[in-house]
């Protein structure tokens, strides 16, 4: 899967991470930042899940005839494919961060 269009994507209905959220301020980096990316990242995770769940069942709505238009089945389900593929490049550049701090000389 190619991510390079993600780079600098803020979808509106993600919470998006900034650098703020990352890195904080230099308070916070010494009081816990690792703590704060990854509640950050599980955040992402549970809207992602979200927002799979209602392109789920926005589909059974479809299909079951109690919603007639399709095209919020088809909002609903680019919205979670955008949200994974998001999801998707922040956890592989975090595995990309932390292979390269493994293979540090200390």
């Known amino acids: 899967m190619d991510i390079s269009m993600l780079t600098g994507v803020r979808p509106d209905y993600m919470e998006t991470i900034t650098e703020n ?3 904080g301020s230099s308070a916070d980096v010494k009081e816990g930042s690792f703590e704060n990316v990854l509640s950050a990242a599980m955040n992402m995770v549970n809207e992602t ?3 799979q769940n ?3 069942s926005a589909q059974m709505q479809f299909v079951l005839g ?3 238009n399709p095209h919020d089945m088809q909002i609903a389900a680019s919205k979670a494919l955008s949200a994974v593929q ?3 490049a922040v956890k592989d550049k975090m595995l990309e961060a932390y292979r390269e701090i493994m ?3 200390i």
Do not use: P
């Open 21 to 23: 959220t990352l890195l």
């Open 49 to 51: 899940n979200d927002l």
């Open 54 to 56: 209602s392109a789920e």
């Open 66 to 68: 109690m919603a007639d």
């Open 86 to 88: 998001y999801t998707q």
């Open 103 to 105: 293979n540090m000389q």
